[in-house]
């Protein structure tokens, strides 16, 4: 049976670097898993780190892995991934099935623009990460524009959607500016101190 991924991808915060410098353009996992979406966030040490864009999915079988395989996921050898999967999932037949989720970063979420709206990020990735990790401070009204900007990924759709006329497009603005804030100000997203 297939698992599916949403579009946040959890990853240990040892492999941030890995992924943020190149070096690990896959993850492996368990089973088959399929992603719902092309672009995802990837997290790591608790806190998003880049935005993704999935290039391609293989299944396979554990006897199947090989060397070029554990260097995607940013391992020397096949041993050395094997001995990682067998850490993380416990116990592997070589009959296992595996997927190999090949990816690219398109935005690292701790080098962002500040002279851009939003930083630079889309409406609907900050409407995630707020709703994310901000959700427990959240009035319910700013869910609510947050949770329609996941859906549609504009404001000016939103804006309609909740509030009937462009000319409300201010309070769309208004929510997403003041997540925004909130998480750089927590330190989620942002750029590195130098």
Request: charged fraction near 35%; avoid cysteine; proline fraction near 3%.
């Amino acid at each position: 049976m297939a698992k599916y991924l949403g579009r946040h991808l959890m990853v240990k915060g040892r492999y941030v670097d890995l992924i943020l410098s190149g070096r690990k353009t896959a993850t492996i996992r368990l089973g088959v898993v399929k992603p719902k979406y092309e672009e995802m966030i990837v997290h790591g040490g608790g806190k998003p780190v880049a935005k993704i864009r999935v290039k391609r999915v293989m299944v396979k079988r554990v006897s199947e892995l090989t060397d070029e395989d554990a260097r995607l996921d940013g391992f020397e050898t096949r041993d050395q991934l094997l001995d990682e999967l067998r850490r993380h999932y416990g116990n592997l037949s070589d009959n296992d099935r595996v997927t190999i989720i090949e990816f690219e970063v398109v935005q690292r979420l701790d080098h962002l623009e500040p002279q851009h709206p939003y930083m630079g990020l889309d409406p609907a990735d900050v409407a995630r990460l707020a709703l994310r990790y901000l959700k427990p401070e959240l009035e319910r009204s700013e869910e609510e524009v947050l949770i329609d900007l996941t859906r549609t990924n504009s404001i000016r759709s939103t804006t309609l959607r909740l509030y009937g006329s462009l000319d409300a497009r201010w309070r769309v603005r208004r929510v997403l500016k003041k997540a925004l804030r909130e998480l750089v100000r927590r330190g989620i997203v942002g750029n590195k101190a130098s």
